[in-house]
């Protein structure tokens, strides 16, 4: 098992209310390697925010996240961000490319960490083979501006799969595109599932996406449930 999450509960403040709404309430569910999981739901259902915990971009109010065998309970912010960098690949809605650097440049933005000369020799040699596979070569030197919206969220999967992670995590991906690009963008997730066994978590309200994955599950009023 990759990802186990025992009884996460996750709440918010309403205002100044005093009072609070619980967004996930006791939510458990294993994932393993390799996986294609999709999850939907209502907006405002806490989906994105499951995602968020998964990731390790927010934390749960109890509850508790094991990575392998490893709790990440108490783990410094500083170890969540190494760990973060190193096994989890992020996708938006939006591409959230920097409008100053290249196609190349804005890939090899999660590897300016490494001080190792070998691996960042390998992380160029693994854009390049990314950048060929997708047909955006001819691009490369580009800025995000020159390029259209399904050009620019392929730029951001690449960027996603630079550090080779266990886990990518793709919140709403295609809720910016057309039918056609949405349809390629998935296309091109799974099979960087495929090619990398990277386990794939999607948030998505298209139920077509959805069906296309291994595993779904539809998350409500903060409980969810599993629907294949």
């Not at 403040?13 to 939907?40: A, N, Q």
């Not at 190193?86 to 999660?110: A, R, W």
């Not at 999967?157 to 949405?182: H, Y």
Request: hydrophobic fraction near 35%; glycine fraction near 8%.
């Amino acid at each position: 098992m990759l990802i186990e999450l025992d009884n996460v509960n996750k709440s918010y403040p309403i205002g100044d209310t005093g009072f609070s709404k619980k967004v996930l309430d006791g939510i458990s569910m294993k994932i393993s390697k390799g996986e294609t999981l999709s999850i939907m739901g209502p907006s405002g259902s806490g989906k994105s925010t499951l995602l968020n915990i998964i990731g390790t971009l927010d934390t749960p109010d109890n509850g508790n996240i094991i990575y392998g065998e490893k709790s990440l309970n108490g783990l410094s912010e500083k170890e969540l961000t190494n760990f973060r960098n190193q096994k989890i690949g992020f996708i938006f809605q939006m591409h959230h490319l920097l409008p100053q650097c290249s196609v190349l440049e804005n890939i090899l933005i999660p590897t300016l960490p490494l001080v190792n000369k070998a691996l960042k020799e390998e992380s160029h040699s693994r854009a390049v083979k990314l950048i060929k596979d997708v047909g955006l070569w001819d691009q490369k030197d580009m800025l995000p501006g020159r390029l259209s919206g399904g050009e620019c969220q392929r730029v951001a999967v690449i960027r996603a799969m630079i550090n080779k992670p266990q886990i990518l995590l793709a919140d709403e991906p295609t809720g910016s595109l057309d039918r056609e690009n949405a349809q390629s963008i998935t296309s091109l997730l799974l099979q960087m599932n495929k090619d990398y066994e990277t386990s794939l978590i999607v948030v998505t309200h298209s139920q077509e996406i959805g069906s296309k994955m291994g595993t779904s599950y539809n998350l409500i009023d903060g409980k969810i449930e599993q629907l294949k």
